[in-house]
């Protein structure tokens, strides 16, 4: 496999590394009701929600949100209500992205 | 007579029809949210609009894509998944969003600290999942 690669000039490139790119995100528009009184007021002032999608972990959501996946546990206690477990986080959850 | 006729047509018609509109599995179409509007840029103004739209940035420059949507509905997710042009997933992060009506507008940013590789990028917009639509932009 290498041999091909280096006969035909085709030397591995090592890929770009993203680990610690950081994201977030605001709506103009209101956040659903999770029971609470406050339906209207925007989300950006009072933390992030982020909502998990397939492949992710609590130690990835805060590596991205914050750049250090070691602080995940204060994604887990801002969300004790909604994962039981911090191992098992599911896509579709909404979690709360408090300050870092 | 006629009115009877009349009638009961359109309900079997609904009849028909219901199960498989009520069995979606796309949320989208019955929140009546829609995406009308997806724009990438450097900076982005105070009303979330992209306030300098541009295809070409820096290293060190912080993408950010604006989505204008329309419509209202209890929940509707939406999405940015970001890609190189590797295919390689830099970043995917949605919000959920409540509009009551009328136009709203939602960004996402991504930043990266050492600068970001030269090449090209993709980002796509999903509205409950489904695609409402890509830019490319590059990194030069």
Redesign the interface.
């Known amino acids: 496999m290498g041999i091909f690669g280096d006969l035909f000039g085709k030397k591995d490139k090592p890929?770009?590394d993203?680990s610690?790119?950081?994201?977030?995100?605001?709506?103009?528009?209101?956040?659903?009701?999770v029971g609470g009184p406050e339906?209207?007021a925007p989300?950006m002032t009072t933390g992030?929600?982020?909502?998990v999608?397939s492949g992710d972990s609590l130690s990835k959501i805060a590596k991205?949100q914050y750049?250090d996946a070691q602080k995940w546990p204060k994604i887990y206690e801002a969300n004790r209500d909604i994962i039981k477990d911090p191992d098992l986080i599911y896509p579709?959850q909404?979690l709360r992205i408090p300050e870092a | 007579m006629r009115m009877h006729r009349y009638t009961r047509v359109p309900v079997s018609l609904l009849l028909a029809v219901a199960p498989f509109g009520c069995s979606a599995p796309k949320p989208a179409a019955q929140t009546g949210v829609k995406v009308t509007q997806i724009d990438v840029g450097r900076s982005i103004a105070a009303?979330?609009t992209i306030a300098e739209k541009t295809d070409s940035f820096r290293p060190a420059d912080t993408f950010y894509v604006s989505v204008k949507?329309d419509g209202s509905g209890?929940?509707a997710?939406?999405?940015?998944r970001w890609t190189?042009q590797?295919g390689?997933v830099?970043?995917?992060?949605?919000?959920?969003?409540?509009?009551?009506g009328g136009a709203?507008?939602?960004?996402?940013?991504?930043?990266?600290?050492?600068g970001w590789?030269a090449?090209g990028y993709k980002v796509e917009v999903l509205l409950n999942g489904a695609s409402a639509g890509t830019r490319e932009f590059k990194v030069t």
């Open positions: 890929r770009p993203f610690n790119v950081r994201s977030g995100g605001s709506s103009t528009a209101p956040t659903p009701s339906t209207s989300s992030r929600t982020y909502v999608v991205r750049g579709g909404e | 009303d979330k949507t209890p929940s997710t939406l999405t940015a190189y590797d390689q830099v970043d995917e992060s949605g919000q959920n969003i409540a509009p009551t709203t507008v939602t960004e996402f940013h991504l930043s990266k600290p050492d590789p090449g």
